[in-house]
């Protein structure tokens, strides 16, 4: 309804509409002629037998290092008497039944963690601060208590709750994404081949193009 008004209204003879319209219509055109250019539907066999072989080249790719999960409570280094505070901490938390979450909650000076009862999720080595990643990865069962640890944040507790071994993914893991990966990259290729036979013979007018992106029309010379 709101075109055929704009019709009625004389609109398709305003020059910035008309080269919109045309613009548009030759966008769809070159999008269907790109669309031709992919030529016939991909041969699935043949895209999984290369992403196999990607896979099998570069198995290290697929690696998933140790990680650990870790609650902590976290006394600030500004706080009267931190290491004290840290070490009260670390008696309650390793009294028979302690809810090392509940006094994560009430006591770390942490923000980010605080508030999930100290929970700092699966973490590999080398993303967190040495003496922290050293007594993390240290412990060695679900519940294991550190020491009390020192770092430029603070006196830290830390409790172990899951560890994760390094393991390598199988080709079945990411066998989907490397088959998508590889076939919208054939895609991009037999369309590439397409722009480069016709581009030496396409003059560009880049006025109008930067105009039409902006939204206005070209300025006359």
Known sequence: ELSRRAEAEGLLDDPTVAAALRSARERVLSEAALDRAAGEPPDWAAIERLARNQYEADQKKFDTPEQVRVRHVLISAKACEAEAK????????????????????????????????????????????????????????????????????GYHVIRLEERKPAERKPFEAVRDDLVKSIAQSEERSRRQVLLDQIGGSIQFNREAIDAMVAGGAPKPN
């Open 86 to 153: 840290a070490r009260e901490i670390l008696a309650k938390a390793s009294q028979p039944g302690a809810d090392f979450a509940a006094l994560a909650q009430a006591s770390s000076d942490d923000p980010g963690s605080a508030s999930r009862g100290g929970d700092l999720g699966f973490v590999a080595r080398g993303r967190m601060v040495p003496a922290f990643e050293a007594a993390a990865f240290a412990l060695k069962q679900p519940g294991d208590l550190s020491d009390v640890v020192k770092t430029d944040f």
